[in-house]
């Protein structure tokens, strides 16, 4: 196991809702990276926190944001959401600087 | 155009088998590689770093030419629990992942 544990494992939320996805990183590692997977696709970058800063989004619309805390946990946060949300949310932990990211088991939001 | 390209598969073997997956990646100033697998509603677990002058790791070869912008991994002797998403990645200047689409390999008796 990898130590990076996320919740909750599933949600289930209907268009226009708003939904908090939380990780913990494994200790040691002062950086999170979230990924969105979308059915038969590989996982897309939405941010990463290094030290409770954001450092680096892919291409994804302002509703989706985030937090990281002091013990260097996360939050994703998505505001309206949409049925395209509907995915797998993973995150990822490291010590950043390139450095090898570990996942989570992730969290599957079903947007009805 | 994707940043990683795959061919999604499915790749069904045989046990024993040798399997080869390929990868292209668009970005010339990418600067890591990586082979992830991925098992059925499961997270992606690292299998392999790539490197330049290829590398191996038991049955696993993975080998990476930058002037073709292309990676490879080579499975030997292919086993029943080596039936997964085998997922190329690769990063960038930045620390994000940029991941294809996966080739799904299974493995039959």
């Known amino acids: 196991e990898t130590g990076v544990t996320q919740s909750p494992t599933h949600l289930i939320k209907t268009r226009g809702q708003q939904v908090t996805l939380r990780c913990s990183s494994q200790?040691?590692?002062?950086?999170v990276s979230w990924y969105q997977q979308a059915l038969g696709q590989g996982p897309q970058f939405i941010f990463q926190y290094y030290r409770e800063e954001e450092n680096g989004r892919g291409n994804f619309p302002p509703r989706f944001s985030g937090l990281q805390f002091p013990n260097y946990s996360s939050e994703l946060n998505v505001n309206a959401l949409e049925l395209d949300d509907s995915a797998l949310y993973l995150c990822?932990?490291?010590?950043?600087?390139?450095?090898?990211?570990?996942f989570g088991p992730g969290t599957r939001l079903l947007v009805l | 155009r994707k940043e990683v390209e795959q061919d999604p598969g499915p790749f069904n073997v045989p046990e024993g088998a040798t399997v080869a997956f390929n990868c292209t990646y668009s970005n010339s100033a990418s600067q890591s590689f990586f082979w992830y697998r991925q098992d059925c509603r499961k997270e992606p677990k690292l299998l392999m770093s790539v490197y330049s002058s290829g590398n191996e790791d038991g049955r696993f070869t993975a080998q990476l030419n930058r002037a073709s912008q292309y990676i490879s991994l080579l499975i030997r002797d292919s086993k029943l629990s080596d039936s997964a998403t085998y997922l190329c990645?690769?990063?960038?200047?930045?620390?994000?992942?940029?991941f294809g689409t996966g080739t799904r390999l299974q493995v039959f008796p």
């Open positions: 990645v690769v990063r960038g200047p930045t620390d994000k992942l940029i």
């Open positions: 200790s040691g590692h002062n950086t």
């Open positions: 990822a932990s490291s010590t950043g600087g390139g450095e090898t990211q570990y």
